[in-house]
């Protein structure tokens, strides 16, 4: 496998902004979050209510009109519409979740184990999907201190997004490691790879180049990541393949008291 996006020097993975910039980068996202968390329950309040009257009314008329012979083409349009009321109230309740405050129940973990948990729950979607799964996990064990659950989460937004790239099969390989008081977490595939022009809008809320997606998982993955004072980047080539960075702080070692 010697095209593996993973054999890429670490130098070279999502090289761009210092650390300082990045820094800024995330506190100005995070501040943006906030203010656009403040307006999110109003909007929900004004879509929502609407949005579930305009359901209940299509389900009582499919009823209606269930039984009443030649209104076919009229039954198939109810059900489209109730199927774009479905969909819009899904991708309300997706941007409210993304936009909305998020509270970390955070944990010492050693990452090991959560990829190793991942692997575990994801394996099957991944052999079904034709995908070889690889794992390359450092001896360091690092630990973070994490929310479990929502890092969970961003993985498997990021594998979703992997096993989305490669319809034809391939190879997806995770790795850990740490490196000056930071854990090093590497997601590579060997699938179609993302145009140069699609690397700078990865990240950004509603920006899908997929059909039926919401647009939100990588920015929901970006959020939670820098939500832990951490930072996500990406390195793409088309035909090559594509390997996210996942950079956590480590876990304080906490001294022994003194004497």
Same mark, same amino acid.
């Given at each position: ?23 800024? &980068?995330? #506190? @100005?996202?995070?501040?943006?979050? *906030? ?5 999110? %329950? $109003? ?109 969970? &989460?961003? #993985? @498997?937004?990021?594998?979703?997004? *992997? ?5 034809? %099969? $391939? ?89």
């Amino acid at each position: 496998m010697s095209s593996f996006p993973p054999n890429i020097p670490a130098a070279e993975i999502g090289a761009g902004p210092g650390p300082d910039q990045r820094e800024s &980068q995330r #506190l @100005l996202r995070l501040h943006q979050l *906030a203010k656009l968390g403040e307006l999110a %329950g $109003g909007l929900a309040h004004e879509l929502k209510n609407p949005l579930s009257t305009i359901k209940l009314n299509l389900q009582l008329m499919q009823e209606d009109i269930a039984e009443v012979p030649g209104l076919e083409p009229t039954r198939a349009r109810v059900h489209t519409l109730r199927k774009e009321v479905d969909r819009l109230h899904h991708t309300l309740e997706s941007f409210l979740r993304f936009a909305g405050r998020i509270e970390l129940d955070r944990h010492p973990m050693a990452v090991n184990a959560i990829i190793n948990d991942m692997i575990d729950f994801f394996g099957p979607q991944a052999s079904a999907s034709r995908v070889r799964l690889h794992a390359s996990l450092t001896e360091k064990n690092p630990v973070g201190n994490l929310d479990v659950n929502l890092i969970k &989460q961003s #993985l @498997l937004n990021i594998l979703l997004n *992997a096993v989305q790239a490669m319809p034809n %099969g $391939g190879d997806l390989i995770i790795r850990t490691d740490a490196h000056d008081n930071t854990i090093l977490l590497d997601v590579a595939d060997t699938g179609v790879g993302i145009a140069p022009e699609q690397l700078p809008r990865l990240f950004e809320a509603f920006h899908t180049t997929k059909k039926g997606g919401t647009g939100l998982g990588l920015a929901t993955t970006r959020r939670i990541i820098e939500e832990h004072g951490g930072h996500i980047s990406v390195q793409s080539e088309p035909g090559r393949g594509t390997n996210f960075r996942v950079e956590l702080p480590l876990h304080p070692v906490l001294e022994p008291p003194a004497a």
